[in-house]
């Protein structure tokens, strides 16, 4: 999980000042967590906890209102009552791996995926979005296999993942869609040589970099393994103490450290 939230931090500075290049400095003095890495966060409190991700997701959400949401998240997000809103939008993508790290069978990550979806983002593109992702976690912790990765998400939900990150980047624009977000997030892992590498090749493709590197970082930690520590320090240092807390309680009952 916390290759996901180093992925949105050292993509931040990238989201509305696009490239595309992987010859950038990891860390910039400006770089900062945002809604990506509190929604995750809140996603593994739920876990942690009760597995109201409703409750968590609305809780963690509101401690932290300038985190950088949509329009519509926030609307939800400031609601008394929240509602699903139909969304097929990368946010569910972009929160949901602590599942594929908790939960030791397919059935189990696909199904705890979907109700994380489903609480703002019950679109089938928005649900399918977080399945896809949640699962190729899965499938790289357990399988180191990085073939099985991508033939799975590929017959299960139809997602092109026989491109290049070369192929993509020229023509690649920023989107919100997880049916343009997912699947170039797990390129972007499937063609790395390390958890950094995947960090790269994400942001160079010069879209909604944050959500990007948290895909495919989160997915990138699952199968190269821990984090190197030097980025962990610098994660640690990035995030308020509470939040902190929880990936620590989260890495600790999960056997991630």
Not at 162 to 185: G, K, L, N, W
């Amino acid at each position: 999980m916390i290759g996901a939230i180093a992925g949105d931090i050292i993509g931040s500075v990238y989201e509305h000042d696009p490239i595309k290049t992987k010859d950038f400095p990891l860390f910039r003095s400006d770089c900062r967590f945002t809604d990506d890495s509190v929604l995750t966060i809140a996603v593994a409190k739920a876990i942690l906890e009760d597995r109201d991700y409703l409750r968590w997701v609305w809780e963690i959400g509101r401690r932290y209102p300038y985190a950088g949401y949509g329009m519509s998240f926030r609307f939800w997000l400031h609601s008394n009552e929240p509602k699903p809103y139909n969304s097929w939008g990368n946010g569910s993508a972009m929160r949901v791996s602590p599942t594929g790290f908790a939960f030791d069978t397919e059935d189990l990550v696909l199904r705890e995926a979907a109700r994380t979806a489903e609480i703002s983002h019950n679109h089938p593109e928005g649900i399918k979005g977080a399945q896809a992702t949640a699962l190729a976690v899965f499938l790289a912790r357990s399988s180191r296999d990085k073939a099985l990765v991508r033939n799975e998400v590929e017959q299960r939900f139809g997602y092109d993942l026989h491109r290049t990150v070369d192929a993509v980047r020229p023509f690649y624009q920023f989107e919100i869609s997880c049916q343009r977000t997912v699947p170039e997030a797990i390129i972007s892992f499937l063609e790395s040589d390390s958890y950094e590498d995947a960090i790269r090749n994400a942001i160079s493709l010069g879209g909604d970099s944050d959500t990007l590197a948290c895909i495919a970082g989160a997915i990138a930690e699952a199968y190269y393994g821990p984090v190197p520590p030097v980025i962990v320090e610098k994660v640690k240092t990035c995030l308020p103490s509470d939040l902190w807390l929880i990936v620590e309680q989260f890495r600790r009952n999960y056997g991630m450290v």
